[in-house]
């Protein structure tokens, strides 16, 4: 497979490789497997969340804002 980059790209990866001492081909295959396997991971909790609103399991706006305020109080410190 052949990618095609604008010239401007081009350089800003090659100039990437070489601060991290790689080189411009292996960075934009290490870019594009995290980019698979993010957008992989998000679909996959998109329709996992989906699946969750399908069975009933919500919260209300007031009962997340309450979960909010108890995590954000416990992480206070208490003199």
């Known amino acids: ?29 290490e870019a594009i497997e995290r980019f698979v396997d ?5 679909i996959y909790e998109v329709e996992k969340g989906l699946a969750q609103i399908d069975h009933g399991e919500v ?4 009962q997340v804002g309450a979960n909010l305020e108890k995590l954000l109080s416990a992480k206070q410190p208490h003199p």
Not at 59 to 62: E, G, I, K, V
């Open 59 to 62: 919260l209300t706006h007031a």
């Open 1 to 29: 497979m052949e990618v095609s980059l604008d010239p401007a790209v081009q350089e800003k990866l090659r100039h990437l490789a070489a601060e991290r001492g790689s080189d411009a081909q292996a960075l934009a295959r």
């Open 38 to 42: 993010y957008d992989d991971w998000f």
